[in-house]
């Protein structure tokens, strides 16, 4: 629960949350007097980023690594990364603005004119960055993504490159469970979840689960990346395990022995 996402629709007669956050009106009362570019991501922090080029390149590049393996179309649409130097300034910031979220390393803000993540320069700043501008390079692509599938792709692309997705925070919660026969992974249960700020870590892991399952053989990963496309397009659709059960078989025991060969 390092990670959280909030997104929201605006309407006329105020603002609609999909998640269960009331957010202010959007606005920045903190100073960022420093903005770079980098490809679609839009980089504002309150310090000088000298000497962080490196990270600030793989987030870039993961555009490319996240539209090609999901064969996604890239979008132009800016990112906007508020990066605060030091964990104290974040907290108080998430303490005005987030507060249901305080505790929360980084966020990602999605409403139809914005995407926006907020972090600090800690020591996971690398995996909280990759996961939260995942969360705006999918929603650039697809803003109507299931909360479950947000932050499974998240937690899937959170790990770098060359990776291919492997979580082993994630193994090891699960491997454990299936490795006691404890374990009865139902997407549907994860499919009704709509409150990033009730998703607990079980949640994540199992979301996670799904997508490196899905995505480890070209025919599931095809019924994932069709859903995505209709998604994408606007075409209606019926939810994903809908369509796997349709289109693959999937024993009740196929995700747990999944995550069994990951140990
Ligand atoms: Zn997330």
């Known amino acids: ?86 964990e104290s300034d974040y907290t108080a910031f998430m303490n005005l603005r987030f507060p249901e979220m305080a505790s929360r390393r980084a966020i990602f803000v999605g409403t139809d004119q914005k995407l926006s993540v907020y972090a600090y320069w800690g020591d996971h700043v690398a995996e909280d960055l990759r996961h939260e501008v995942s969360h705006g390079y999918l929603h650039a692509a697809v803003p109507t993504l299931p909360l479950w599938l947000d932050e499974g792709l998240a937690e899937y692309f959170e790990v770098g490159e060359g990776r291919r997705g492997y979580n082993i925070t994630h193994v090891q919660l699960l491997a454990a469970q299936a490795q006691s026969n404890n374990w009865l992974p139902e997407l549907t249960r994860l499919e009704a979840l709509d409150s990033a700020a009730d998703m607990t870590q079980q949640d994540y892991a199992e979301s996670w689960a799904w997508v490196h399952y899905l995505l480890e053989s070209d025919e599931r990963a095809e019924v994932l990346t069709s859903y995505l496309h209709d998604l994408a397009d606007g075409n209606p659709t019926e939810p994903l395990s809908t369509r796997i059960g349709r289109r693959l078989i999937v024993p009740q025991s196929a995700l747990a022995e999944h995550v069994l060969t990951l140990r």
Request: charged letters at 15%.
């Open 1 to 86: 629960m390092r990670h959280s996402s909030i997104f929201l629709g605006l309407i006329t007669a105020g603002v609609a949350l999909t998640g269960c956050m009331l957010v202010r009106p959007a606005q920045h009362w903190e100073p960022f007097p420093y903005e770079t570019f980098h490809s679609q991501l839009v980089i504002h922090s309150d310090a000088p980023l000298s000497g962080k080029q490196r990270l600030l390149d793989e987030l870039a590049e993961q555009r490319g690594l996240i539209n090609s393996k999901l064969s996604l179309v890239p979008t132009e649409t800016p990112i906007h990364v508020y990066l605060y130097g030091d």
